[in-house]
């Protein structure tokens, strides 16, 4: 019996040390609060911001596109700009005859500028010659051109040279 006694205070005493630790472990809990936002499910990114991305990694390195997308219609040309403080680029999308909107944007790095061309066609059915028309369109930036390189996202060349 006289080991049976031993082992009830051992084990009391564990108990009471392990209750001791975890009341000092736990001191200062839930004083501070914590303010937790929601943000936004990240953005999926279209064939333009992926090919932009591209170019951007890969620049001077870069392929044409192999297959005419929607989202991602050659330039045929761009005016050079008058400085490099200017904010705002003119280019020449070539786009379908039967599109019903179409445009150019773009994708800023501190190097390069990537734009492409866009369309949107008025519906899929019914018929459409595939006739080019071409069209000025002009394109913000966030911060001036400043020297950085105009690059077609659809074919990886630049646009105009130094």
Do not use: Y
């Amino acid at each position: 019996m006289r080991g049976s006694h031993l082992s009830r205070t051992r084990t009391l005493t564990a108990v009471l040390a392990l209750a001791t630790a975890g009341t000092v472990a736990l001191t200062g809990c839930g004083e501070q609060k914590q303010t937790v936002g929601t943000a936004p499910a990240p953005k999926k990114q279209d064939a333009f911001e992926r090919r932009a991305d591209q170019i951007v990694r890969d620049w001077p390195k870069v392929s044409p596109v192999t297959q005419r997308q929607q989202a991602l219609l050659p330039l045929a040309g761009a005016d050079r700009p008058k400085d490099k403080g200017v904010r705002e680029i003119t280019v020449t999308v070539g786009h379908s005859a039967c599109d019903v909107h179409f445009g150019a944007r773009s994708h800023e790095s501190k190097d390069l500028v990537v734009v492409s061309g866009w369309g949107k066609r008025k519906s899929n059915k019914g018929m459409c010659t595939e006739q080019l028309a071409t069209d000025k369109v002009k394109v913000r930036l966030k911060s001036p051109l400043d020297g950085r390189k105009v690059v077609d996202a659809a074919t990886g060349k630049q646009l105009f040279k130094d």
